[in-house]
Protein backbone atom coordinates (compact mmCIF):
# COMPACT_ATOMS: atom_id res chain seq x y z
CA UNK A 1 0.00 0.00 0.00
CA UNK A 2 1.14 3.20 -0.69
CA UNK A 3 1.24 6.09 1.33
CA UNK A 4 0.31 9.56 0.34
CA UNK A 5 1.98 12.22 2.08
CA UNK A 6 0.58 13.98 4.75
CA UNK A 7 -1.12 17.33 3.79
CA UNK A 8 0.65 20.19 5.89
CA UNK A 9 -2.08 20.97 8.93
CA UNK A 10 -3.62 18.03 8.43
CA UNK A 11 -3.50 14.58 10.03
CA UNK A 12 -3.67 11.69 7.89
CA UNK A 13 -7.00 9.82 7.00
CA UNK A 14 -8.49 6.69 6.55
CA UNK A 15 -11.67 4.82 5.53
CA UNK A 16 -14.43 7.17 5.00
CA UNK A 17 -12.72 10.14 5.82
CA UNK A 18 -10.14 9.65 3.53
CA UNK A 19 -13.12 9.30 1.18
CA UNK A 20 -14.27 13.04 1.73
CA UNK A 21 -11.45 14.34 1.98
CA UNK A 22 -11.12 14.35 -1.38
CA UNK A 23 -14.26 16.33 -2.37
CA UNK A 24 -12.84 19.25 -0.43
CA UNK A 25 -10.77 21.85 -2.05
CA UNK A 26 -7.08 21.73 -0.36
CA UNK A 27 -5.66 25.08 -1.42
CA UNK A 28 -6.34 28.71 -0.11
CA UNK A 29 -10.23 30.36 -1.51
CA UNK A 30 -8.95 33.22 -2.43
CA UNK A 31 -10.85 33.48 -5.49
CA UNK A 32 -14.32 32.20 -3.78
CA UNK A 33 -13.50 35.31 -1.19
CA UNK A 34 -13.38 37.75 -3.47
CA UNK A 35 -16.75 38.14 -4.91
CA UNK A 36 -18.21 38.35 -1.39
CA UNK A 37 -15.79 40.86 -0.42
CA UNK A 38 -16.99 43.00 -3.89
CA UNK A 39 -20.71 41.96 -3.15
CA UNK A 40 -20.64 43.33 0.75
CA UNK A 41 -18.96 46.51 -0.34
CA UNK A 42 -21.57 47.17 -3.00
CA UNK A 43 -24.00 46.71 -0.57
CA UNK A 44 -22.74 48.73 1.89
CA UNK A 45 -21.92 51.35 -0.59
CA UNK A 46 -25.77 51.26 -2.20
CA UNK A 47 -26.70 51.39 1.34
CA UNK A 48 -24.91 54.56 1.81
CA UNK A 49 -26.13 56.19 -1.34
CA UNK A 50 -29.68 55.35 -0.47
CA UNK A 51 -29.78 56.90 2.81
CA UNK A 52 -28.36 59.81 1.21
CA UNK A 53 -31.23 60.30 -1.24
CA UNK A 54 -33.56 59.71 0.98
CA UNK A 55 -31.99 61.89 3.81
CA UNK A 56 -32.35 64.98 1.26
CA UNK A 57 -35.51 64.20 -0.20
CA UNK A 58 -37.38 64.47 3.78
CA UNK A 59 -35.34 67.67 4.33
CA UNK A 60 -36.82 68.96 0.75
CA UNK A 61 -40.24 67.76 1.47
CA UNK A 62 -39.75 69.22 5.52
CA UNK A 63 -38.64 72.47 3.69
CA UNK A 64 -41.61 72.63 1.06
CA UNK A 65 -44.33 71.47 4.37
CA UNK A 66 -42.30 74.42 6.01
CA UNK A 67 -43.13 77.13 3.30
CA UNK A 68 -46.97 75.87 3.02
CA UNK A 69 -47.81 76.60 6.37
CA UNK A 70 -46.12 80.08 6.31
CA UNK A 71 -48.36 80.39 3.27
CA UNK A 72 -51.73 78.98 4.79
CA UNK A 73 -51.12 81.16 7.87
CA UNK A 74 -50.65 84.15 6.06
CA UNK A 75 -54.08 83.10 4.08
CA UNK A 76 -55.87 82.88 7.46
CA UNK A 77 -54.81 85.86 8.52
CA UNK A 78 -56.02 87.38 5.29
CA UNK A 79 -59.19 85.64 5.19
CA UNK A 80 -59.75 86.83 9.16
CA UNK A 81 -59.14 90.44 8.02
CA UNK A 82 -61.72 90.73 5.34
CA UNK A 83 -64.29 88.88 7.16
CA UNK A 84 -64.05 91.76 9.84
CA UNK A 85 -64.43 93.80 6.86
CA UNK A 86 -67.90 92.30 5.94
CA UNK A 87 -69.01 91.89 9.29
CA UNK A 88 -68.54 95.49 9.79
CA UNK A 89 -70.19 96.77 6.17
CA UNK A 90 -72.96 93.96 7.01
CA UNK A 91 -74.03 95.46 10.52
CA UNK A 92 -77.84 96.85 10.63
CA UNK A 93 -76.46 100.46 11.59
CA UNK A 94 -73.58 100.49 9.02
CA UNK A 95 -76.35 99.21 6.14
CA UNK A 96 -78.79 101.92 7.52
CA UNK A 97 -76.35 104.50 7.16
CA UNK A 98 -75.36 103.41 3.61
CA UNK A 99 -78.95 103.33 2.79
CA UNK A 100 -79.38 107.23 4.29
CA UNK A 101 -76.57 108.13 2.02
CA UNK A 102 -77.89 106.56 -1.33
CA UNK A 103 -81.44 108.39 -0.34
CA UNK A 104 -82.92 105.30 0.84
CA UNK A 105 -85.98 105.74 3.48
CA UNK A 106 -87.66 102.65 5.44
CA UNK A 107 -90.62 101.17 3.40
CA UNK A 108 -94.07 100.81 4.55
CA UNK A 109 -96.22 97.76 5.00
CA UNK A 110 -95.54 95.40 2.60
CA UNK A 111 -98.44 93.63 0.25
CA UNK A 112 -97.88 89.84 -0.76
CA UNK A 113 -99.26 88.12 -3.88
CA UNK A 114 -100.74 84.43 -4.11
CA UNK A 115 -99.51 82.49 -7.25
CA UNK A 116 -103.15 82.74 -8.06
CA UNK A 117 -102.57 86.71 -8.72
CA UNK A 118 -104.39 87.51 -5.45
CA UNK A 119 -103.38 90.33 -3.22
CA UNK A 120 -102.81 89.95 0.62
CA UNK A 121 -102.07 92.63 2.44
CA UNK A 122 -102.68 96.04 1.68
CA UNK A 123 -99.38 98.37 1.52
CA UNK A 124 -98.57 101.50 2.75
CA UNK A 125 -95.97 104.17 1.71
CA UNK A 126 -92.59 104.33 2.31
CA UNK A 127 -92.52 107.88 5.03
CA UNK A 128 -89.90 110.29 4.17
CA UNK A 129 -88.89 113.91 5.53
CA UNK A 130 -87.49 114.75 1.78
CA UNK A 131 -88.11 112.91 -1.46
CA UNK A 132 -85.53 110.21 -2.11
CA UNK A 133 -83.17 110.87 -5.12
CA UNK A 134 -81.81 107.80 -6.04
CA UNK A 135 -80.30 107.80 -9.94
CA UNK A 136 -79.37 105.03 -12.36
CA UNK A 137 -75.38 105.42 -13.47
CA UNK A 138 -76.70 106.67 -16.91
CA UNK A 139 -79.21 109.60 -15.37
CA UNK A 140 -76.01 111.28 -13.40
CA UNK A 141 -75.00 112.18 -16.68
CA UNK A 142 -78.31 114.17 -17.95
CA UNK A 143 -79.08 115.21 -13.70
CA UNK A 144 -77.32 118.61 -14.33
CA UNK A 145 -79.63 119.24 -17.21
CA UNK A 146 -82.43 121.53 -16.04
CA UNK A 147 -85.52 119.13 -15.88
CA UNK A 148 -87.87 118.77 -18.83
CA UNK A 149 -91.96 118.56 -17.61
CA UNK A 150 -91.73 114.79 -18.85
CA UNK A 151 -89.49 114.06 -16.01
CA UNK A 152 -91.87 115.24 -13.17
CA UNK A 153 -91.25 113.53 -9.92
CA UNK A 154 -94.08 110.55 -9.31
CA UNK A 155 -95.91 109.87 -6.36
CA UNK A 156 -95.29 107.12 -4.76
CA UNK A 157 -98.22 105.17 -5.56
CA UNK A 158 -97.67 105.34 -8.98
CA UNK A 159 -96.54 102.11 -10.82
CA UNK A 160 -93.25 101.35 -11.67
CA UNK A 161 -92.58 100.99 -15.71
CA UNK A 162 -90.71 97.83 -16.16
CA UNK A 163 -92.31 95.52 -13.26
Do not use: C, W
Request: proline residues 12%.
Amino acid sequence: MTRKPELKGRPELRGRAARLAHLLPTGRAQAARTPFVLLVVLLLGGGLIGLLVLNSALSEGAFRLDDLQRETKELTDEEQALQRDIDGYSAPDALQRRARELGMVPGGDPAFLDPDGKVKGVPSPASAARAPLVLAPEALATATAPPSPQSAPRSPHAPTPGR
